[in-house]
């Protein structure tokens, strides 16, 4: 890893904890640039000798002067994170569908050279690398709309006692004066992640790697490799194992075994130098019964890789006893540490066993009527517009306005308003799928609404 000008610097006053987040965009629109934050800025301004002298008042000055408040739009997102917001198996459909799993295998080939280049630096496998790539931001698709100085300065401004904050703010600033970042192109999450895989600007100084050896800066927003590299080198930062999967799914002789489900926070007895809480080692689990899913032996012959009796692992039941069990290793919490969520986690670990070619999760989730995947929901979609619903568009995202053609459609079918895009109201409109006679043609009213007066 070369060392950038000032950056050694930079480091010795920012944390390299901060966490590299993505959330669903929030709708709400941010204040003008006259908006209160003064008192906030001017205060950032007086710590800045004394906190960042790196970094210059010309450059505070020059990002701060415009800002705009971004606190509403933070206020509203923190408090509907999809993570902790909707069924985890909801969450899951949507983010490990073919889609994903199709375009992930594309990006597997296409920069196979410089994957393995990493896997050798930093010992973290392609297909988790390319999963944390497909999770963040749908491989580049979806990086954010919001200026990272006015996300990480409104973030601070909502909590100036947090020491984490205000390390994101000043280092937004430190990466645009040192040009590691353009202006034009440094937006990110309303949270202030940014790039192809949503690194805080905190965290990216503390563990920005290139892919090409002696470049000068080290590009995540426009370079894959660049933010291959970056990934890698964090997840390895945060206790990444190679060569030891995240987990397996496993099965239960007993419910009495329940009590050391350790959701969430529970597992963090995964963490070095952190006490054994519910963890317990390989042998202590097969002992007991407890068994792979897939009638794999834990332990021995045909066990995974790197799996030894000794091995801390945490049992993981996100619903308990009505969805399926997975055992869950160091690898997993450096998974988790990534976006500190049990659904995020798990997404990440099951693109990439599917990346790998590994089937989907034996034990079904509680639900009889699992969420469309984006493919089916475009069907869903253009089966709503033929039924008259013209606001809506066959992308493949969820939104207001599916939700009320949705809910319309159940009002119609004598079905509860749930405005739920599942396979419940999919097979239903598929038994009828061009509505009623009276419903307008949406494609020729587009045509005629765009055509010359």
């Known amino acids: 890893m070369k060392s950038f000008p000032g950056r050694a610097a930079l480091l010795a006053t920012l944390s390299l904890a901060a ?18 934050l003064a008192p906030c800025i001017a205060a950032l301004r007086k710590r800045l000798p004394e906190q960042q002298p790196q970094v210059s008042v010309r450059t505070f000055e020059r990002y701060t002067r415009a800002a705009q408040d971004l606190r509403p739009v933070i206020e509203a997102a923190t408090a509907a994170q999809p993570e902790f917001q909707v069924p985890i198996w909801d969450y899951l459909m949507r983010r490990v569908d073919e889609e994903r799993i199709a375009d992930g295998r594309a990006l597997l080939a296409r920069e196979a050279a410089a994957l393995a280049a990493i896997d050798k630096r930093h010992g973290v496998d392609a297909a988790t690398n390319v999963a944390v790539f497909g999770i963040e931001t749908d491989y580049g698709r979806v990086q954010g709309r919001y200026p990272v100085v006015d996300a990480t300065l409104s973030r601070a401004c909502l909590n100036l006692d947090s020491a984490e904050r205000r390390r994101n703010f000043f280092a937004a600033l430190w990466l645009l004066q040192e040009g590691h970042v353009q202006p034009d192109t440094f937006l990110g999450s309303w949270a202030g992640a940014f790039g192809q895989t949503q690194f805080m600007p905190a965290t990216f100084v503390a563990y920005m790697d290139g892919a090409v050896e002696g470049a000068r800066t080290v590009d995540i927003v426009g370079s894959t490799p660049d933010a291959l590299a970056t990934t890698a080198r964090y997840l390895a930062g945060l206790g990444w194992r190679s060569g030891l999967p995240w987990g397996v799914e496993v099965t239960l002789p007993d419910a009495a075994l329940e009590r050391f489900n350790a959701p969430e926070s529970g597992h963090r007895c995964l963490e070095r130098g952190q006490p054994a809480g519910n963890c317990r080692t390989l042998a202590q689990w097969a002992a007991d019964g407890v068994k792979r899913a897939d009638g794999r032996p834990l332990l021995g012959e045909g066990a995974a890789p790197g799996w030894s009796g000794e091995l801390r692992t945490a049992l993981l039941m996100p619903v308990g006893s009505d969805g399926p069990a997975w055992l869950v290793t160091p690898n997993y919490q450096a998974i988790w540490r990534y976006n500190r969520a049990d659904a995020y986690g798990l997404a990440i670990g099951l693109l990439a066993d599917a990346l790998r070619g590994a089937p989907p999760p034996r034990r079904a989730w509680p639900t009889d009527d699992p969420i469309l995947s984006r493919r089916d929901l475009k069907e869903l979609q253009a089966l709503l517009r033929r039924r008259g619903h013209c606001e809506v568009t066959p992308d493949g995202r969820d939104g207001p306005r599916t939700a ?17 895009s599942g396979t419940r109201i999919l097979a239903r409109l598929k038994d009828s799928p061009r509505g009623s006679e009276e419903a307008p043609d949406c494609d020729r009213a587009a045509e005629a609404a765009s055509a010359p007066r």
């Open 19 to 36: 966490l590299g987040a993505v959330a669903a965009e929030p709708e709400a629109e941010p204040e003008s640039a006259d908006n209160g």
């Open 404 to 420: 009320a053609a949705i809910r319309a459609e159940e009002f119609r079918l004598e079905l509860p308003e749930t405005g739920r």
